[in-house]
């Protein structure tokens, strides 16, 4: 199975920036879609950004310009590139992705998160 885990959280002032990393590891075929999420205090996690297995991307509206999203095949790792950070910002990021089995099965896996803060 697949092991999704986070790096790159942590304190910043706003304005400034961070890099989030995540890993993956285990046993699979292939490596699909990965993606960014988000969960704030007492909100519902959200869509951040979403990258393929052949690159293209997409972007939560409200953070189109600010965030992007990269990936290294060969590393086996997605990336999200966070500029101009605001406060509202602050969040547990979590990483996602879809993987394939050499059995043919296609799962969603979670990382456990990592914690950025953003202040004033």
């Known amino acids: 199975q697949v092991q999704l885990a986070e790096s790159g959280g942590g304190l910043v002032q706003a304005g400034g920036s961070l890099r989030l990393s995540c890993a993956a590891s285990?046993?699979?075929?292939?490596?699909?879609?990965m993606a960014w999420y988000r969960q704030a205090p007492g909100k519902q996690r959200e869509l951040v950004a979403i990258?393929?297995?052949?690159?293209?991307?997409n972007y939560a509206d409200s953070l189109k310009g600010r965030f992007t999203i990269s990936r290294d095949n060969a590393k086996r790792q997605v990336y999200l590139q966070m500029n101009s950070l605001k406060p509202e910002d602050t969040a547990v990021y979590y990483c996602?992705?879809?993987?394939?089995?050499?059995?043919?099965?296609?799962?969603?896996?979670w990382g456990q998160g990592t914690q950025v803060t953003v202040s004033s």
């Open positions: 285990g046993r699979f075929l292939s490596i699909n879609n």
């Open positions: 996602n992705a879809y993987a394939t089995s050499y059995r043919g099965d296609y799962s969603s896996y």
């Open positions: 990258i393929t297995s052949g690159g293209s991307t």
